[in-house]
């Protein structure tokens, strides 16, 4: 396929964990991927090994920086058919320790980043009828100990999908959301000790982690045109934790 027919995905987050598992399914289907990250080493360490890829280091979570990366999709892409805010940090503690600027730095990346990142490629996205996916978390579909923020600003993005799904409907957009189980990238192994890795396994119908593979699939269907009818919704890719009440004998 030439390059100029591949089509064109935007995907933050995108130097490791999910995001990097999201881009390589989107380049094995045949699309070409701009791949954001605020982390400029690990960005350009992996994009370095793969073809088809535009590496841009950026903050989505700051007004000027999405500014720059949609100057440079526009100059080098001139396109876009499908946007995936996946970039996202974590925070867990309790809350009468939260402080502040850990709650608004969780909000930044998590919450402002996709509108900032929406906005700013909706005229784009409308010229090629294309596709939004917001990565939420289980974390915004249940509230759990220790994750007031990350949990919130989740449950936030999964209400900002749906605001967005009906608003940008009529440009021929659809906004749709995958909300992950665990699955073991570095964010998770940072936070989840043997006690939380066992509780999940209890948890989750299917009694195990998800692989990051697992996610980017329900993420680039979402963008594909096999999904055309298919908007304002949050796809759980979560091994059925979500279906389920308390787990009784
Ligand atoms: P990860 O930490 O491996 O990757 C996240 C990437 O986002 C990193 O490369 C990081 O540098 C980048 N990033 C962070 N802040 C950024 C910013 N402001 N601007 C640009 N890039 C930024 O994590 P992951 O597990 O692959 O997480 C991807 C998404 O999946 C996140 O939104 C996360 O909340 C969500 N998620 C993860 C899990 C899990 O268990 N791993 C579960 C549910 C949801």
């Given at each position: 396929m030439s390059v100029e027919a591949r089509p064109k995905a935007l995907v933050t987050g995108a130097a490791r964990g999910i995001g990097l598992a999201t881009t390589k399914l989107f380049l094995e289907t045949g699309w070409q991927v701009a791949m954001v990250d605020i982390d400029g080493d690990e960005l350009h360490r992996t994009a370095g090994k793969l073809d088809h890829v535009r590496a841009?280091?950026?903050?989505?979570?700051?007004?000027?920086?999405?500014?720059?990366?949609?100057?440079?999709?526009a100059e080098h892409f001139g396109g876009l058919r499908a946007l995936v805010?996946?970039?996202?940090?974590a925070d867990f503690g309790p809350i009468r320790q939260a402080t502040f600027e850990r709650w608004r730095a969780v909000m930044a990346t998590n919450l402002d980043g996709p509108f900032l990142m929406t906005q700013a490629f909706t005229d784009m996205l409308a010229r090629r009828r294309g596709a939004v996916v917001n990565v939420t978390s289980i974390s915004g579909v249940r509230a759990s100990t220790l994750r007031v923020a990350y949990g919130t600003s989740?449950?936030?993005?999964?209400?900002?999908?749906?605001?967005?799904?009906?608003?940008?409907?009529?440009?021929g957009i659809r906004v749709n959301a995958v909300a992950p189980g665990p699955v073991d990238t570095k964010l998770a192994l940072a936070v989840h000790t043997p006690e939380i890795r066992a509780a999940y396994h209890d948890a989750i119908p299917l009694n195990r982690y998800g692989r990051e593979e697992e996610i980017a699939q329900a993420i680039v269907f979402l963008c594909s045109d096999a999904a055309s009818y298919i908007t304002g919704q949050v796809l759980g890719a979560d091994g059925g934790f979500s279906a389920a009440g308390v787990g009784l004998p």
């Open positions: 841009i280091v950026a903050d989505v979570s700051d007004p000027d920086q999405v500014l720059r990366i949609e100057q440079q999709v805010n996946n970039a996202g940090v989740k449950a936030a993005l999964a209400h900002l999908t749906l605001q967005q799904a009906v608003e940008l409907g009529e440009l």
